[in-house]
């Protein structure tokens, strides 16, 4: 088919890349539901999806990644800049001349018999001042179908882009999925990545961390705004008035669990709302007002299937419903259906397991193996979301009144703290650390460092990115900026009980933020910034769960525990010699000080 632009830096690109990798032909993506369902009708003839039950689950498909295919692979992540300091002590480095070697040798004649995809899409509504275009070229219809669900797709966007150079350029190229030449690298220089030998939505949707964090995040520091892997979050209270809130958590603490948080049920009563922007990445800009304004630059949700349940995340469940693509759940046969750990009491008995093997559900459970890969994926229409907000399309952003960064610590972080002053605030972030968890290869159960939650994604020195946190905030009016808090949901007793119900009553904590950024609540001054008075935060349909005493034990400050995470910062710290901002250095000196 003909091109869908006149754009002489997108056809000349798309040219070299063709000559490249030598696809048969070259289909453009125009967005159109005609072509999308041909493409459908045509994976399902390949068997690279299967149709699910359309009554149950219309429009709805499912697909299997490669057994040594199936998460992020941190080790395989580079950023290719000039400068080997430019990409930090967090990143993996190579030299961008030598990367791009490496690639091109990879991907060279790969799309032999294969289809080249060009998929022009947009990060954010189409033709927001705030978004940003892409172009992936890709050879797997999985990876168009995702991008349809995750990003605005189609002619409209380069009708958007017009003449302009300023867009992304992504190469994917599915090769042999060898997992020992399999490579995901950023060249924030450049606009460009490239990620071969993989199919596995976190290192092939070019889209999600690839461009909305790594290339973003440069690009933000670069021209003056941020990108972070923070949900976006409104909360309307019985007047009608909504307060939006970002926040950053690692993965697996419960992020799009918050996002699309359901109220409790005295709070509902009462008329109050909580509505969903985005669940993983927020684009923020100060606008003409000067508040800072966010955008969620996604389309969809692409979350982690096991534990998402009526329980847990019953809007999340909802999501998934209608027009989504599951990817290594496992199938119930009778129905064909879809299920995973953690969605109910009842492993389909007729099954296929994650791998396509067939099984009796209950009987491999009972031999503690997984029906569903434990990081098993959905990919949903945002749309689907019962409590998608109103402003998801709205190009300018919501206003934020708070940043929240959180984590997995049993025993540190009290419930909630409240930082000081912006700078006491970018400290809070780069200190977040939290225990591992299964949706990053390695280890389990480890408490590692993920300052803002973007430890994996930042696509520049990390250092550089702090000074990038410390630079807005000199901009901003202290009247008009964002306060900033920390909130742990995981403090737990001696037994190795939680101490606090999370997921909906987690709105009791949001209160007091919002309380605390009107000035409408005192706290007390601790060694760590400001704490809340157990008082002030609602407890009422929580007895028996929750009392004024244990509460006063999750806000409880233990010195000596911090003095030991000060040396634990001290120490991460020190990776980034010279590249620490000084603001930082003060800010664990004032913490060791308040300690004594």
Request: charged share 25%; with cysteine.
């Amino acid at each position: 088919m003909a091109s869908l632009t006149q754009n002489q830096s997108v056809l000349s690109w798309i040219d070299e890349k063709a000559e490249l990798v030598k696809p048969d032909k070259i289909v453009w993506i125009d967005g159109s539901e005609e072509q999308i369902e041909a493409l459908r009708a045509e994976a399902c003839s390949t068997g690279e999806l299967i149709k699910l039950n359309e009554e149950l689950l219309p429009d709805c498909y499912y697909h299997r990644t490669a057994v040594n295919d199936v998460a992020r692979v941190e080790d395989r992540t580079l950023i290719c800049t000039k400068k080997e300091e430019d990409a930090g002590p967090t990143n993996h480095w190579m030299d961008p001349e030598k990367a791009y070697k490496m690639l091109y040798d990879i991907a060279r004649d790969s799309y032999k018999g294969r289809t080249m995809y060009v998929i022009p899409y947009s990060m954010g509504p189409v033709g927001s001042p705030l978004a940003k275009i892409g172009i992936e070229l890709t050879d797997s219809i999985y990876v168009v179908l995702n991008m349809c669900i995750m990003t605005r797709v189609g002619k409209k966007v380069l009708d958007v882009l017009g003449d302009s150079n300023d867009w992304v350029r992504g190469l994917h190229c599915k090769c042999a999925i060898d997992a020992e030449n399999r490579w995901i690298c950023q060249f924030p220089e450049d606009n460009t990545i490239i990620s071969v030998n993989s199919g596995y939505g976190g290192n092939v949707l070019l889209g999600k961390k690839c461009f909305a964090l790594r290339i973003a995040s440069y690009q933000g520091k670069n021209e003056g705004w941020q990108a972070e892997h923070m949900l976006i979050l409104g909360i309307e209270n019985p007047q009608g008035e909504v307060k939006y809130i970002c926040a950053a958590f690692p993965s697996a603490c419960g992020k799009t669990n918050l996002a699309m948080l359901i109220p409790p049920e005295g709070y509902r009563k009462k008329g109050y709302k909580v509505w969903c922007v985005g669940d993983d990445i927020s684009w923020i800009r100060k606008g003409e007002d000067g508040r800072l304004y966010a955008i969620n630059p996604e389309n969809g949700f692409f979350g982690v299937a096991p534990g998402t349940n009526d329980h847990s995340n019953p809007n999340a469940l909802a999501s998934t419903k209608k027009g989504t693509i599951f990817t290594n759940v496992a199938r119930n046969l009778d129905d064909n259906t879809v299920w995973w750990e953690g969605l109910d009491k009842n492993p389909p008995v007729n099954a296929e397991e994650w791998t396509g093997k067939k099984v009796n559900g209950p009987e491999w459970k009972a031999e503690g193996k997984n029906l569903a890969h434990p990081n098993s994926r959905f990919t949903a229409p945002a749309v689907n979301c019962p409590c998608i907000s109103s402003e998801f399309e709205n190009p300018q952003g919501v206003p934020i009144s708070a940043f929240v960064f959180g984590g997995r610590r049993a025993k540190l972080a009290p419930l909630v703290y409240q930082s000081r002053d912006w700078n006491h605030g970018v400290f809070v972030g780069s200190i977040m650390a939290s225990e591992t968890t299964a949706a990053a290869a390695g280890a389990v159960g480890v408490v590692r460092r993920d300052p803002m939650a973007m430890l994996p994604f930042c696509g520049y020195n990390m250092g550089d990115y702090w000074k990038h946190w410390i630079d807005i905030g000199k901009t901003l009016d202290p009247d008009k900026a964002p306060k900033i808090f920390n909130v742990n949901w995981f403090r737990k007793d001696d037994e190795g009980n939680f101490l606090w119900p999370g997921f909906g009553d987690n709105l009791r904590v949001l209160e007091w933020i919002l309380k605390r950024c009107d000035g409408e609540v005192d706290a007390k001054e601790t060694a760590i910034g400001y704490v809340p008075y157990a008082k002030d935060i609602n407890i009422e349909g929580l007895e028996g769960e929750v009392s004024l005493d244990s509460l006063e034990s999750i806000l409880d400050v233990d010195k000596s525990l911090w003095e030991t995470e000060a040396d634990g910062i001290a120490e991460f710290y020190g990776k980034f010699g010279d590249k620490l901002p000084e603001e930082l250095s003060e800010e664990l000196e004032t913490l060791k000080a308040n300690l004594k």
